[in-house]
């Protein structure tokens, strides 16, 4: 049976009258390649941010490598999730140039 990496249930933000993500639910399994697609405003970063810890939800839940993102945002970081570049905003294209190069130059 594969390994669930990311669990989403419910996911919900709102800022003020609008919300953002409405009762979002997804799994990925381990080894799977996941991507979210979808124009300007759709709520893409902010569903990355929730899942690495910067940002609260408001309602449902996620876990992501079995950490409760809700109870255990720090919890996170071992996971080499960058909270710097989550957190600003950048482009997809930048960040995964950024991504390159830094594994390019693991030791």
Request: net charge neutral; hydrophobic share 40%.
């Amino acid at each position: 049976m594969p390994t669930i990496m990311i669990d989403c249930e419910g996911l919900t933000k709102r800022f003020g009258d609008h919300t953002a993500i409405d009762r979002l639910s997804l799994q990925v399994n381990q080894g799977e390649i996941f991507g979210l697609v979808g124009p300007d405003g759709a709520g893409k970063t902010t569903t990355i941010r929730m899942l690495c810890g910067v940002m609260t939800l408001d309602d449902g839940g996620a876990r992501v490598a079995g950490i409760d993102v809700r109870l255990e945002p720090d919890a996170l970081k071992h996971l080499g999730v960058d909270h710097v570049l989550v957190a600003r905003r950048i482009s997809v294209g930048k960040f995964m140039n950024f991504t390159r190069a830094r594994s390019m130059n693991a030791p």
